[in-house]
């Protein structure tokens, strides 16, 4: 199987709690 890196992009405007949040669901999807 290939690994493949991913790269998510988080806007800077967003706050630190949104920013783990997002990162948690991206992290679960993967």
């Known amino acids: ?5 991913t790269v998510i992009v988080l806007t800077p ?3 630190e709690e949104v920013a783990k949040e997002a990162l948690a669901k991206f992290s679960k999807i993967l």
């Open 13 to 15: 405007l967003l706050s």
């Open 1 to 5: 199987m290939n690994q493949y890196e």
